[in-house]
């Protein structure tokens, strides 16, 4: 298993909408729809921002959206704010009870 | 609202075994699956396997050889063992929740991780 590609950052101005690839293959993310992303702050756990590739658990703001195309899945974040600035990770089920992550997203609010 | 809680030996030496426990409350033990997900220093996630309330386990086939991970379900705890550590294994490790939803005779195993553990830094160094 080889990591998801995510590219290393993105940024944007507030207000703006950034969106995060993540690559995978036919056995990853193109062979089933059970993507999904979370944001990381320093020094903090991980926390669940999409699930099942475009649903949006309690809490989330309807700022952040999913979506997958063949072997690639996408985060947007739309009217970037300050407090969206993180490192976000893609994840997608792989198979045979496993799982593989993304590369990781730094993203930047200029 | 579940919630967890780990904790664990921080450092460790080449060769020893690495061991880490991971509390559940506030919600169903047997409604979920559990995850061990670990971080090297400033590095993405990896897998590690998962362990539901019966003791069925996966694990990722990397780690497979050097990974137990146990349950205790009379405590609500479930636990990480990864033998023979080397450096490569420094990292931040966290528990993570799997829910478990049931239609009927149908199970349903949630494929993401919410809620985390606070992460476990342990370091391996002679």
């Known amino acids: 298993q080889s990591a998801l590609t995510q590219p290393r950052s993105v940024s944007g101005s507030p207000g703006q909408s950034v969106t995060i690839s993540c690559t995978g293959t036919?056995?990853?993310?193109?062979?089933?729809?059970?993507v999904s992303w979370y944001q990381q702050h320093p020094g903090k756990a991980p926390k669940l921002m999409i699930y099942?590739?475009?649903k949006r658990p309690s809490g989330v703001p309807d700022r952040f959206s999913g979506s997958k195309s063949g072997n690639t899945a996408s985060l947007t974040i739309s009217g970037l704010q300050a407090e969206d600035e993180a490192d976000y990770y893609c994840c997608s089920y792989a198979g045979s009870y496993s799982y593989v992550f993304g590369t990781g997203t730094k993203v930047t609010v200029l | 609202q579940v919630q967890l809680q780990q904790w664990g030996a921080g450092l460790l030496k080449p060769s020893e075994t690495l061991s880490l426990t991971c509390a559940v409350y506030g919600g169903s033990f047997s409604g979920y699956y559990w995850s061990w997900i670990r971080q090297p220093p400033g590095k993405g996630l990896e897998w590690i396997g998962e362990?539901?309330?019966?003791?069925?386990?996966n694990y990722n086939p990397s780690l497979k050889s050097r990974v137990t991970i146990s349950v205790d379900t009379s405590k609500n705890q479930f636990s990480l063992k990864l033998s023979s550590v080397t450096a490569a294994d420094t990292a931040v490790y966290y528990c993570?929740?799997?829910?478990?939803?049931?239609?009927?005779?149908?199970?349903?195993?949630?494929?993401?991780?919410?809620?985390w553990g606070q992460g476990t830094l342990v370091t391996v160094s002679s």
């Open positions: 099942d590739v475009s």
């Open positions: 993570a929740a799997q829910r478990i939803t049931i239609f009927g005779v149908v199970i349903l195993k949630g494929r993401w991780f919410d809620p």
């Open positions: 362990i539901n309330h019966s003791g069925s386990t």
């Open positions: 036919s056995s990853d993310v193109g062979g089933y729809n059970y």
